[in-house]
């Protein structure tokens, strides 16, 4: 089982992007619906829109969160610039925490959905360990259960978006199936150099990044601790 703590200590408390092909992507078993998500960084003011209808829509426990935004400054060659990166679950195709879970109250739906079922669920938090991405947002004196995003399948069923993607004032968050290849998601990917977080880790990640500054695409390297994230 890949260990958070390993994997960030390798990265210096960091996360890692990885670029990835979308002949490799197209390539891989894709079942009848998956859904995915986009998020341009080009288009993302830093606003928090989105972690505030999630947090509405989803009736989220204060204090947790199940998707943030977070500001990372750069500076090159004297130039000071921010880029605001959203984080959240990745809704891997191969989800580690799944196989974390003593009761079986966490798994994935057909269409590529990571769930946990909160009836089920004994909040004893090894799936917040078990998550490489520090998606899963822990209750410190485990009396509730985790925190993370489902895409608001419950909107889905319903014929909507996700309330962050309905919410976001500078559409930088696009939504849909990947198995249509004529899909708005799936055009984007496309046309446009794509990187994952910790794409070598082998949870193949369903949340992909476009327009991220040349410098984070030359260190590989961005400096914001999924540690810092939860709080």
Request: glycine share 6%; net charge neutral; aromatic share 6%.
């Amino acid at each position: 089982m890949i260990n958070r703590r390993d994997i960030l200590k390798t990265m210096g408390l960091g996360v890692l992007f990885s670029q990835v092909s979308y002949s490799a992507l197209a390539n891989q078993k894709i079942p009848n619906k998956r859904y995915a998500m986009v998020i341009d960084v080009r288009r993302c003011s830093g606003c928090k829109s989105c972690e505030v209808s999630c947090a509405i829509e989803n009736k989220t426990p204060e204090g947790r969160v199940r998707t943030s935004v977070k500001q990372l400054s750069l500076d090159e060659a004297g130039v000071k610039n921010s880029v605001s990166i959203p984080m959240q679950c990745n809704q891997c195709s191969n989800p580690v925490c799944i196989d974390a879970c003593p009761v079986s109250a966490t798994g994935s739906l057909d269409n590529g959905i990571v769930y946990i079922d909160h009836d089920e669920c004994i909040s004893c938090q090894l799936c917040t360990e078990a998550c490489p991405y520090g998606a899963r947002i822990a209750d410190s004196e485990f009396h509730l259960t985790p925190q993370k995003c489902n895409f608001c399948f419950h909107r889905l069923e319903a014929g909507l978006l996700p309330a962050c993607v309905e919410s976001c004032t500078g559409s930088a968050r696009i939504f849909g199936d990947l198995s249509d290849p004529k899909s708005q998601i799936s055009e984007t990917l496309k046309s446009n150099k794509f990187y994952t977080i910790l794409a070598n880790a082998g949870t193949e990640p369903n949340i992909f990044y476009i327009g991220l500054p040349e410098q984070l695409v030359d260190q590989q390297l961005i400096t914001i601790s999924t540690e810092q994230w939860q709080r």
